[in-house]
């Protein structure tokens, strides 16, 4: 078995199609073809139902697409370890990042990265928490900035900053005051996230210490939707206060301020115990803090004007 067929096997499973995967992979399909079809005899099982044009993974496709991957991954790791040894960083960095993170840290911390190490291709995934913290578990990601704690001591986790939920309404919502007591979301329509995010579970443990049932009639799982829903009098909806204020220009949006108990939850970074941190992930930790710092966010207070 050769790392390239697992190359060609994993292109043909995400494209589920051989030209359209050869073509991923800059080979020619009957080479490609031949390549499958040699992985197939050596395991001596069928890799793919062939279904006209469009081919499925079997079921013996699907338990070595699962290796295949953690074996590639492992391999990289290797290579930008040895790459780091050797003074230099390349290869690729994985992470997964909050929504409501990803829309207001990840924009100007990948600029710095970028001039850091420019050959290090950089990827961000906007993920729910629950979501990073499996594909970390799994050896998807090298480094995940999720809602904490994760729930497993195969993670090494490290507190960046203390999230701050708010209330946010259309700007005609009749109500006096910039501030709200958590009991007074009763009855109010609210847009929420589905009920198995991590967001929606933190919301609905908030509202149920203070007493509250919260009145949801609308579910989405985009913060971006959620809030334009909210700009067109469909609801009032509770996000991260630090991905709100970046968008209340134009008037259109209300920010209230929520207390008594004002809803907070911890934000971190989390990596396998066992994986080994290069350069480029060492980087990245550390602009991440330098980032947050600079929209004047800690790990004590919650997110400012």
Do not use: W
Request: proline content about 5%.
């Amino acid at each position: 078995m050769e790392m390239r067929q697992l190359r060609y096997f994993l292109a043909v499973a995400e494209a589920q199609n051989f030209t359209r995967a050869a073509e991923a992979v800059h080979v020619s399909q009957p080479s490609l073809s031949v390549q499958i079809a040699a992985l197939e005899e050596e395991l001596g099982a069928p890799l793919f139902d062939r279904l006209g044009r469009r081919v499925a993974l079997t079921q013996a496709g699907q338990v070595l697409r699962e290796h295949a991957q953690q074996a590639l991954r492992e391999l990289e790791q290797g290579t930008q370890a040895i790459h780091a040894l050797t003074g230099g960083e390349r290869g690729r960095l994985l992470v997964g990042a909050l929504s409501t993170v990803n829309a207001y840290l990840i924009p100007p911390l990948v600029s710095r990265f970028r001039q850091r190490f420019p050959q290090v291709q950089l990827q961000i995934q906007a993920r729910p928490s629950a979501d990073i913290v499996a594909d970390l578990l799994a050896n998807r990601l090298d480094l995940g900035l999720c809602l904490l704690p994760v729930g497993s001591d195969r993670l090494i986790t490290s507190r960046l900053f203390e999230e701050t939920l708010c209330l946010v309404a259309p700007a005609g919502f009749r109500r006096k005051g910039s501030r709200m007591k958590m009991r007074d979301l009763a009855g109010l329509p609210l847009i929420l996230m589905p009920a198995d995010y991590c967001l929606r579970k933190m919301v609905e443990a908030e509202c149920a210490e203070a007493g509250v049932r919260p009145q949801v009639s609308i579910e989405m799982t985009s913060p971006e939707g959620i809030l334009e829903a909210v700009k067109q009098g469909a609801g009032l909806t509770i996000l991260p206060e630090l991905f709100v204020r970046h968008r209340l220009a134009g008037g259109a949006l209300r920010f209230i301020e929520l207390y008594d108990p004002a809803p907070k939850h911890p934000v971190g970074l989390a990596h396998l115990a066992t994986r080994h941190l290069g350069l480029a992930a060492q980087e990245f930790i550390r602009l991440c803090r330098s980032t947050l710092a600079d929209l004047h966010v800690d790990g004590s207070t919650k997110a400012a004007n």
